[in-house]
C-alpha cells in the first residue's frame, strides 16, 4: 500500500527521514508520473499511520503536512447529456443539473429513492428542512472513517462543456465576452431533513431538502412548495457564464478553495467577475461552511427570449480531509 502514496508526501516523509525502505523505479514512476492520482481512503491512513509510529506527530500536524500536500479524499459525479435551457419562459429558463455526493461519504454513501431514480441527477419534490442529519448519522450508516472535522471541506472543481446560442441581436451585447451573456451556471446547496432519515440506512435523495435555491409555500396548495430563482445574475452563487455569441463548445473549470479570500469589491473580484464568474464567490465562504452530508448542486440558467443555455456535460469534482 505505500506505493499509492504520491512524491509530494514521499518527499514530506524523507525530509524527516521517516523512509527507510527504498522504493524500485516503477513504484517511483508510477507516484511521480501520475498527475491525476487521488488517494483512496486506506492510503490516507497509511500514510497517517506511518507519520505518527516513526516520530510521533500529533494529529494536528499530521493533519497540516496531508493539507499542504492536497492529499484528500474526493469523489465525482458527472452528467453527460445534451440539454437546452431556453430563456424567456418562467417553466423552463431554471434547471437542476447535477448534485455531488453528501460531503464525507463516498459514491456508495448515498442511494437512489424508491423509483430507483438516478441519485446524481433526479430533482426530488421541495420541502422545507427541518433538524439537519449531522455526522453521528452517517458514521453508523458507512463502514469508514467520516473526516473529524466540522468542516472538512477543501475543494470544488466545477466542469462545464457548454454554449449559448451562438449568436445576439444586437452587435454592441458581443463586445465584453462574458458581461452581456444571459446563460449561465448557479451552485446549490441540499442536506439531509432528520425526519425522513431512517436510524442505520444510509438516506435517499427523498430525504434531500434545499437551502439554496431556497423554496416557497404555493398560494394554491398550502402544502406544496416551489422553487425561486432570481431573474438576474448572482454575485454569491454564479458559478460560470458562457462566453457570448461563441459558436462553438466552451470548456469551463472553476476551482473554489477553502484557502480563497477574494473580497467581492476588490479588485480580484472584478476580474472574476471579468472572467464570467460570481465575484462574491471568491472568498471561500462556501467551501470553508460546508460539513459533512451536504450536497452541492449545479443549476442551467438562461434569460430573456433568444437566449438559450446549451449544455454537453457538467462534472463536480469535491475534495475533504479525512
Do not use: C
Not at 454554449?163 to 445576439?168: A, C, P
Not at 445574475?233 to 460560470?240: D, G, V, Y
Not at 440558467?301 to 457538467?314: D, T, Y
Amino acid at each position: 500500500m505505500a506505493a499509492n502514496v504520491p512524491s509530494i508526501v514521499w518527499s514530506a516523509l524523507r525530509a524527516l527521514s521517516l523512509t527507510d525502505t527504498p522504493r524500485d523505479d516503477s513504484t517511483r514512476h508510477h507516484a511521480e508520473g501520475n498527475k491525476s492520482y487521488h488517494p483512496s481512503i486506506v492510503d490516507i491512513a497509511v500514510v497517517k499511520a506511518m507519520l505518527y509510529r516513526a516520530k510521533k506527530l500529533p494529529p494536528d500536524l499530521i493533519d497540516a503536512i496531508l493539507d499542504m500536500a492536497e492529499y484528500w479524499i474526493h469523489t465525482t459525479t458527472q452528467l453527460n447529456e445534451r440539454i437546452s435551457i431556453l430563456g424567456g419562459n418562467e417553466a423552463r429558463e431554471n434547471r437542476f443539473l447535477l448534485r455531488s455526493y453528501p460531503l464525507g461519504l463516498l459514491n456508495s454513501g448515498a442511494r437512489q429513492n424508491a423509483n430507483d431514480q438516478p441519485y446524481a441527477t433526479t430533482l426530488p419534490t421541495p420541502r422545507p428542512l427541518g433538524e439537519t442529519l449531522d455526522a453521528s448519522f452517517f458514521a453508523k450508516s458507512v463502514k469508514y472513517p467520516l473526516p473529524r472535522l466540522v468542516h472538512p471541506a477543501r475543494k470544488i472543481v466545477f466542469k462545464f462543456r457548454s454554449q449559448d446560442q451562438g449568436y445576439v441581436s444586437s452587435p454592441e451585447e458581443g463586445d465584453n465576452p462574458y458581461s452581456g451573456s444571459w446563460t449561465w451556471f448557479d451552485v446549490g446547496l441540499e442536506r439531509f431533513d432528520a425526519g425522513s432519515a431512517v436510524d442505520g440506512s444510509v438516506p435517499s435523495i427523498n430525504s434531500l431538502r434545499p437551502v439554496q435555491p431556497p423554496i416557497q409555500q404555493t398560494s394554491s396548495d398550502p402544502v406544496g412548495y416551489n422553487y425561486t430563482h432570481q431573474l438576474l445574475h448572482s454575485p454569491e452563487w454564479e458559478i460560470q457564464r458562457n462566453q457570448t455569441a461563441l459558436r462553438k463548445w466552451q470548456d469551463h473549470v472553476i476551482t473554489w478553495s477553502y484557502l480563497d479570500d477574494i473580497a467581492p469589491e476588490s479588485e480580484r473580484g472584478k476580474a472574476l467577475e471579468a472572467q464570467g464568474r460570481g465575484r462574491a464567490t471568491g472568498d471561500g465562504k462556501f467551501v470553508r461552511q460546508l460539513r459533512v452530508g451536504d450536497v452541492i448542486t449545479v443549476w442551467g440558467k438562461a434569460r430573456f427570449p433568444g437566449w438559450a443555455n446549451r449544455i454537453e456535460s457538467v462534472q463536480i469534482d469535491v475534495y475533504w480531509a479525512v
